[in-house]
């Protein structure tokens, strides 16, 4: 397959990514999975899929984490790096997750929506010594086995504790639309404006938060040949 940025590139991106993932839990005490979904609605997430070489080449970990963590108004203030701690499972499963990437093609967006990060932080104990190619072929088994990923705006409701009925009654959007919604019958990136802010308002989170990616989106993230 292509990728999308050269191979010199992606003992950079592993590095970045790492970092990022390190950077955002043990500074920032922010849950690994919590900053998967700030860095996917970021758009980050995106250009490093697209090999967008401000990312990949140009931005360290501890930028794309606060880039990140500042766009879902999740940085209170920048924290000075921790060193010392070594390899920490986190650090490993972005390295991974970069490589993982770059092998695959995939959409992180994709992969974080069926396997949480702390699941592949998991699998650090067991594979962290072994060639990075058993990880991608344990990754490539989970994403296999994991159920149809939920939609953004299922995830949300859901972690608030909402059923549908609930969430259209605090919402005013009609229950039958959250339901076509949730089954991707309908897509809520076409919802209009209206109804986009009132579930935003009751979920408590950006609309963006809200959106499914779809790479057509991100077309200013298109990258420079590297």
């Known amino acids: 397959m292509t990728h999308a940025y050269n191979r010199v590139y992606l003992a950079d991106a592993e590095v970045c990514l790492a970092n990022a993932f390190d950077y955002a839990v043990y500074d920032c005490a922010v849950s690994g999975s919590m900053f998967a979904h700030a860095f996917v609605q970021s758009g980050l997430a995106q250009q490093f899929e697209r090999g967008n070489p401000r990312v990949v080449a140009g931005m360290s970990g501890l930028d794309v984490a606060c880039e990140a963590l500042g ?58 010594e072994a060639d990075s190619s058993v990880f991608i072929d344990q990754l490539d088994q989970l994403l296999v086995e994991s159920k149809p990923p939920q939609t953004n705006l299922a995830r949300l409701r859901t972690l608030h504790g909402l059923s549908q009925s609930e969430l259209a009654h605090a919402s005013g959007v009609g229950l039958k639309s959250i339901q076509a919604y949730e089954q991707r019958v309908n897509s809520l990136n076409k919802a209009s404006g209206q109804s986009l802010r009132r579930l935003a308002m009751v979920l408590n989170c950006p609309i963006e938060s809200l959106l499914e990616f779809e790479p057509e989106v991100a077309v200013e993230y298109l990258p420079r040949e590297l």
């Open 71 to 128: 766009f879902c108004g999740l940085l209170d203030e920048e924290s000075n790096p921790t060193y010392g701690r070594g390899l920490s499972p986190e650090y490993w499963a972005g390295q991974m997750l970069a490589r993982y990437q770059w092998e695959r093609g995939c959409c992180f967006a994709d992969v974080f929506a069926r396997v949480s990060f702390e699941r592949v932080a998991d699998l650090y104990y067991p594979l962290h």
